[in-house]
């Protein structure tokens, strides 16, 4: 019995919560400040891009409406839906809400719309990696000098709003991320990262193996799937914890950019 009281009053704490965080962003909008500008400072979590993208170009203006509240028109016609995780068509693909004949922007607008955004992340980034998924289009963030991985963002590919990538890109990055971490050497690198992912995967999807593989600060980022890509998962650096990414819907192709 005690199980039970304790599990119900957990459930209404986080119903509780979920409202609560659903009027912030009501009174955000009323009072006319872009619901995207969260988080900003250092990171995701101060001077950078904001952590649900710090974004004012005509990705995410061309569908905002200030008076607009969850699942309701915008200016131009389209269902803006507030999901879970974020502001969007789809809501990063969470309780998304489309119209029958809505059509996805075009790689191109994409692309444009991740190298604008790319950009707040300093002067000498590049893209790399650029994916077509059903929800939305992954790119990755790199270091032009170093190649080094520096972070991994996402358009939502009908509003075209860009963000960083939720999950392991905000809650391990160690240089871009919501929280600092030590200096100290990971207890993983990259081939301890891969048999890692590649034994859970033995169990998440039979037959599957890791296709491909890049590193961020803190955490490594694998392709996975049976021949081709399939879907993508993360693995952190200091704990082996694995985190698939669950939010990117089908995979529908994409290429490395040079």
């Not at 270091?143 to 392991?168: F, H, Q």
Request: charged share 20%; proline share 4%; glycine share 14%.
């Amino acid at each position: 019995m005690a199980d039970n009281t304790n599990r119900n009053l957990l459930i209404a704490a986080g119903v509780i919560i979920v409202i609560l965080l659903a009027l912030l962003v009501l009174e955000i909008r009323r009072d006319g400040t872009d619901p995207m500008r969260y988080w900003q400072g250092s990171g995701y979590g101060g001077g950078g891009p904001g952590m649900m993208g710090n974004w004012d170009g005509s990705g995410y203006d061309r569908y905002r409406s200030e008076a607009m509240g969850p699942g309701m028109m915008d200016g131009f016609g389209r269902r803006y839906y507030t999901g879970m995780m974020g502001a969007g068509s789809g809501g990063m693909g969470m309780m998304a809400l489309y119209f029958p004949d809505e059509v996805p922007i075009s790689e191109d607008e994409a692309r444009n719309l991740l190298s604008a955004f790319a950009a707040e992340f300093g002067d000498e980034v590049e893209l790399k990696d650029f994916m077509t998924f059903s929800n939305n289009y992954y790119a990755q963030v790199t270091d032009s000098k170093t190649n080094e991985g520096l972070a991994e963002i996402l358009a939502d590919r009908y509003s075209g709003a860009v963000y960083p990538e939720p999950g392991p890109n905000m809650a391990w990055n160690t240089r871009f991320g919501l929280w600092q971490a030590n200096s100290e050497s990971p207890k993983y690198d990259l081939e301890g990262a891969r048999d890692l992912a590649e034994t859970f995967l033995s169990g998440y999807l039979p037959g599957s193996e890791v296709v491909g593989s890049s590193s961020f600060p803190g955490y490594y980022t694998f392709d996975f799937g049976r021949v081709e890509v399939e879907g993508m998962l993360s693995v952190n650096a200091e704990t082996g914890d694995v985190w698939v990414h669950t939010w990117h819907g089908f995979y529908l192709g994409g290429h490395e950019e040079e």
